[in-house]
């Protein structure tokens, strides 16, 4: 009678919870079973295992064969655990040493002839095994991947041969290695002309982590000015990078040499809601969770399903997405930057110059309707987007800013925010906007005279005031000053109603 215990790793969510794969061979008739809550592809596992087993020239013992993967009311799911059964089969019988197993980790699916295919979720994987302390062994294909978890010893294999030479001492295997990272994408701010107030808003909504809503015309740069904003934003800190990188991980999309890089995500608007918030039988991060640090675009906003719209309100809000099923949950992080686009109205040229709009008024209220009053209060900067004169198209036009120069400001006013609450403004709660955001007397009474003009919620006061602290912040400023919260109050004014140009 054999018994022999190999450590694993599931995936939960973003979360690598230990599973301890026990293998038990025991008399009676020739067979192989699994428990511990296995999916299909965990079960069928047994086949796998047994083909690489026997193409590793290894005795594939004729016995009763349990498999049991604890904890037993963890759902295991894919081939992860295709690896360590193999390895608990040939530790339990006699095949490898029992001790070698016993302060390290394995995940990863087999081949047929053996060969070690990667798996989704390897990153989430080497960080808990570094938490743990032990050695992690992956396949070569998740290598570069887990080795960006630099606290732990992430070894690598191309075949089952290689993890059992290894245990026996009579090789070491290769240690993972992260590739150099790329630079970043040549996305720059001096390829947009004009739109002098749509920088400015992109500038500050960037210094301060604020959402932003660009209304214009077709053509007028509203696509070109959103995907240049994670190109404005300060480079991520190592823990920042590292989670957004889970995520990809865990979607099976991370390339190892971009992970430092911040995420722009731009889906189609017939996406549906569970492919903005995730689900499925066996949860994945949704566009969302994939755009966490980065950038969230959503182009033609009014055309979006409104119910896939209003999955974005509580995201918005708490930084993450709570995935409930009948027997489980799972939680994705999900602090983005959303930058939203849309035409005025459905021809797209309400308010223009040119008069050619000949939308009913109706016509363009039911248009911007599509979009709930809870979601637009929710979306700190509302911005109009112009069509461009002629002039500022020729070759010849100056080139705007560069991205750099822009960045070197963002990032001065991110430290001061840093300093003072320890996040960005956008991140305040009630409390820390009540207190570093205090208005003096005057502007104070300007405040109020704009929320009862306005007809404002007491969310969009906050916010009104974040994105203030942000303007004074930008301007070395210890205090809100008139200016700042003006110059804040200006960029709230889109709403349901048609504009007066409308024919």
């Known amino acids: 009678m054999g018994l022999a215990l190999v450590h694993g790793r599931a995936r939960v969510g973003v979360a690598a919870p230990p599973v301890q794969v026990e293998v038990h061979l025991g008399g009676g008739l020739p067979s192989m079973s699994i428990v511990g809550l296995p999916e299909a592809a965990v079960r069928e596992a047994k086949d796998r295992v047994r083909a690489a087993i026997q193409c590793a020239q290894f005795e594939f013992p004729a016995r009763r064969i349990t498999v049991n993967l604890a904890p037993a009311d963890l759902p295991k799911h894919g081939g992860r655990f295709d690896l360590p059964i193999a390895l608990g089969i040939l530790a ?13 980790e394995f995940i990863g699916e087999l081949g047929l002839t053996g060969e070690l295919r990667p ?12 938490q743990a302390g032990r050695r992690l062994v992956v396949p070569a294909g998740n290598a ?83 995907s240049r904003l994670p190109g404005l ?34 889906p189609h608007h017939t996406a549906s809601a569970v492919a903005l918030a995730g689900g499925g039988s066996e949860p994945r991060p949704g566009e969302i969770s994939l755009a966490h640090r980065g950038v969230l675009f959503l182009d033609e906003l009014p ?30 992080p999900a602090r983005f930057q959303l930058v939203a686009a849309m035409n005025p109205c459905p021809c797209g040229w309400a308010g223009d110059a040119s008069g050619r709009c000949r939308c009913a008024p109706d016509a363009v209220r039911r248009y911007r309707s599509r979009i709930s009053g809870p979601l637009l209060d929710r979306i700190d900067l509302h911005v109009e987007v112009p069509r461009l004169p002629a002039q500022a198209l020729r070759p010849d036009a100056p080139e705007g800013e560069a991205s750099v120069t822009i960045r070197v400001r963002v990032e001065a006013a991110r430290d001061v925010q840093q300093a003072r609450s320890g996040r960005c403004n956008a991140h305040l709660d009630q409390a820390a906007t ?49 200016q700042h919260l003006a110059e804040a109050l200006t960029y709230r004014g889109f709403t349901a109603e048609p504009m007066t140009a409308v024919a």
């Not at 240690?175 to 790329?182: D, F, M, R, T």
């Not at 480079?235 to 040499?257: H, I, K, Q, R, Y």
């Not at 104070?444 to 009862?452: D, N, P, S, Y």
Request: proline residues 8%.
């Open 303 to 332: 055309e979006w399903n409104r119910s896939a719209l209003e999955v974005l309100r509580e995201p918005l809000e708490s930084g993450v997405v709570t995935i409930s099923r009948a027997a489980r949950q799972a939680e994705f």
């Open 233 to 266: 934003l300060p480079e991520p800190g190592d823990d920042e990078a590292l989670e957004a990188a889970a995520v990809a991980s865990v979607n099976g999309g991370l390339d190892p040499a971009r992970w430092r890089q911040r995420p722009f995500r731009a």
């Open 119 to 130: 798996v989704d979720g390897a990153l989430p994987a080497a960080l808990a095994v570094a």
């Open 434 to 482: 009540t207190a570093h955001c205090r208005l003096r007397p005057p502007e104070q009474q300007l405040l109020e005279r704009a929320i009862e003009s306005l007809q404002l919620s007491a969310r969009a006061m906050h916010r009104i005031l974040r994105v203030a602290r942000t303007i004074a912040d930008l301007d070395g400023s210890q205090d809100i000053l008139a």
């Open 144 to 226: 570069a991947e887990a080795a960006l978890a630099t606290r732990v010893d992430v070894r690598s294999a191309r075949t089952l041969l290689e993890v059992c030479a290894m245990l026996h001492g009579r090789t070491t295997l290769p240690p993972g290695v992260a590739p150099e990272p790329l630079p970043p994408s040549t996305a720059d701010m001096r390829d947009v002309r004009g739109q002098a107030r749509a920088r400015r808003a992109l500038e500050i909504a960037a210094a301060g982590g604020h959402h932003l809503l660009l209304v214009g015309p077709p053509g007028c740069g509203k696509t070109l000015l959103a």
């Open 92 to 104: 339990a019988s006699g095949q490898i040493p029992l001790d070698a197993l016993r302060d390290t």
